[in-house]
């Protein structure tokens, strides 16, 4: 069967003149009447706006702006590219996270440069055979009918056509969409009685997790990126149920472990910096917000929250570890200053940046500067007399803390307080700058963890009680209580079975914390004060 | 001072190599461009050509195979077993060194059935046929063989020619396997058989490993040599 070039719709995109015309020209040998070409992402982005194509070659480094992986994944986004366009990518880069990348976002194929006429043929004849055959099927689903896509596809795989294994994969994708789980399996099974390909595997984890089996579908999971540690599609599925059933800890690290093989995916660095940030894990958030800022520059998944929450997360990481924050704030001031370029920003939106500014010069050092923005902004809203969101007022009550002027913070968030107390998803995000946790949630959370701990202390299990204590330090670190729990199993601990230096160090952080606003009308008073004895007397017994 | 780990200079060399290898894209890329657009004056200048192209390629082929190399040692590869045609992947190979064959002059069959599926990385496995063929290119006469078939369940593809043969150092290689060793006299034979062998390991199923095997003789009577995917 040959191939019909000659009504084909194909754009050629690369910035270099010479590639170009090559290419354009070998197009044009093989048939094609109507090829267009691009130099850059944004007039291959127009050009698909203005006419669907049916072919498309790319180039992956394109210069300075967007590269071929960020525009294919913006044509999908957007919805620019029909079902059955073929893209395929052409590159000189092999490297694993560049490939990785560009595979999340399913181009026809990946094309390694340098490509001769005769073997571009080649890949485009069969790609292109495979379309042909397969085109009613992209046409029922480009009509929006996936009932007749179905019946399509599953004749062909019947008939057992040359692109079968291509529709049966196509075939199990809808049947899982349009939640028709039996027909779906049986699609998944029929493939893996032959072999075991790790698509199928991933969509039998697919069905179980929507028939709401998720504790079976996070064992096959983890037992296919066991066997394939590059299938990133079954670390996206786990990702996913981990969040349904909120074990964030366990969301962060398989995100962690995704991340590391393939560094260079906006979402998935995007989703692990929201993972650890709800994780109070401030070093891991603020890094990843900043790749994903960075990785964002020519992404269609560029957000503004991304350049806002890297501001957060380093502002809360000074606390933690001063010079990392102060490596990442250089970074988040250019992210909030380019925020102001890359987004139309609401009034509020202009505020949150101004304060996030203000935060990171006052935590590096520039007081000045920082009170000077802090002012003007409070002048400016002053006039405007409008109603503040409670965003900008929490991002308000961090920069006076930044700033060390407690009381106006103390105040500001007992207005805050006030004026939320009903309002429960409120309390949650006000948490977070409090000491005791005001809303249910929260409380129940910190109530859970510390009773799982206490437990476990009373049982004399002191490891799994400081793992306990831990966590819910790393959840709640400005709790007393919490610490207090830590410091006193960690004594416990080291009582019967001897000290450790690294035990000693993180009862001394804890004690030092709270060492400032510790006095004798305080209601642990007592209890803080004998535990702080206890830990000395460790101390200088270690020394000794 | 520590002095810097063999760790190190791997990194160095596996990060130039790669800069070498876009180098060299650009080359072969204006390469046929030139050779196009000239139109051939004598027979003199079409073989300037021909050694232009040839050793460009090869050494293209090289630096990708060391790339493959060091990218396997330290864990970078991602084996993507999917269904393939198997005479796709063997097409491909030929296109690919369409130039090559056209000006050494030499003829190239491909036998096998249209049909036939196979479970296999088509990257990795066509790069092993793509080396063995560029390499075959050189030491054949005129002709050269391409085909697949399934053996006892698992995929065969041969490659043979009709050259001298394997020297009788490197036959019998069922049981012995191809290290890294660099070998001023044997070229770098070694490192694409090496590099053949761990791709074919890589493909597994059940208890079967895949394996790769050299021989003589064959239909054309030169050196045969055949990767086995289980």
Known sequence: MSVNYKGLQALVIDDFDSFRMTVVKMLEEFGCKHVDSMMTGAQAIKACRAKSYDLVL????????????????????????????????????????????????????????????????????????????????????????VNAAITEGTSMVRRGVRSAPACQKLLGNLLLESNQLEDAEAIFKQVLEVRPLEWAQVGMARVKKARGDLATADVWLQKIIADSPFCMQAYDELIDSYQRQGKTQEEQEVLEAAVGISPMSILRQTSLAKAASSNNDMAVAAKSYSRSVRLGQHSVHDELENHLQLGRTTAALFSEDEQLASD??????????????????????????????????????????????????????????????????????????????????????????????????????????????????????????????????????????????????????????????????????????????ASLELCGDSMKRFEAIMNVNHKQFKRFRQLQEMVRKLDRELKD | MQKPGKADFSLVLASSVHDMKNSLGM??????????????????????????????????????????IYKMDNDGMPLRIDEHYVVETLEE???????????????????????????????????????ILVNGARYCKSRMRLSASIEDDQLVISVEDDGGGYPPSMLGSNEQSFKKSVSFTEGSTNLGLYFAQEVARMHRRDDLVGAIELANGGELGGGLFKIYLP
């Not at chain 2, 090559?100 to 088509?122: A, F, K, M, Q, V």
């Open chain 2, 27 to 68: 080359l072969l890329h204006s390469l046929e461009i030139m050779i196009r657009d000239t139109a051939v004056q004598d027979e003199a200048q079409a073989k300037h050509f021909a050694t232009l192209q040839y050793e460009a390629s090869r050494i293209n082929t090289e630096l990708i195979q060391l790339l493959s």
């Open chain 1, 58 to 145: 790319c180039d992956y480094n394109l210069g300075p702006g967007q590269n071929g992986q960020q525009i294919l994944e913006e044509l999908r986004v957007k919805g620019l590219l029909k079902p059955a366009a073929q893209f395929f990518i052409v590159s000189a880069e092999s490297s694993k996270s560049i490939v990785l990348a560009a595979y999340d976002n399913e181009p026809s194929a990946y094309l390694t440069k340098p490509i001769t006429a005769k073997s571009l043929k080649q890949r485009l004849d069969r790609q292109l055979r495979q379309r042909e055959e397969m085109l009613p099927l992209y046409q029922a689903i480009e009509a929006g009918d």
């Open chain 1, 328 to 501: 990442i704030s250089r970074e988040a001031l250019r992210a909030l200053e380019t925020a102001a370029k890359r987004f139309e920003l609401t009034a509020a939106q202009k505020h949150q940046t101004t304060l996030l500014e203000s935060q990171m010069h006052a935590y590096r050092g520039d007081k000045r500067r920082a009170s000077d923005m802090l002012m003007e902004l409070q002048n400016t809203l002053k006039e405007d007399e409008g109603e503040l969101c409670l965003e900008v007022q929490l991002d308000l009550v961090a920069t006076l803390q930044a700033l060390d002027l407690k009381d106006k913070a103390e105040q500001q968030l007992g207005a805050l307080i006030e004026e939320y107390k009903d309002d429960q998803q409120a309390l949650e995000k006000i948490d977070a700058l409090m000491d005791e946790p005001l809303s249910e949630l929260n409380r129940r959370r910190v109530s859970k963890i510390n009773g799982e701990g206490i437990a476990h202390y009373q049982a004399k299990r002191y490891q799994d009680a400081v793992l306990c204590f831990k966590r819910a330090k790393q959840l709640f670190p400005r709790n007393l209580g919490v610490h207090l729990n830590l410091v006193q199993t960690l004594v416990s601990e080291m009582t019967e079975f001897g000290r450790t230096e």
């Open chain 2, 93 to 131: 190979q030929v296109a690919r060194n369409d130039m090559l064959l056209e000006t050494r002059g030499l003829t190239l069959e491909i036998d096998c059935d249209e049909d036939l599926p196979w479970y296999y990385d088509s990257e990795l496995v066509g790069g092993v046929v793509n080396n």
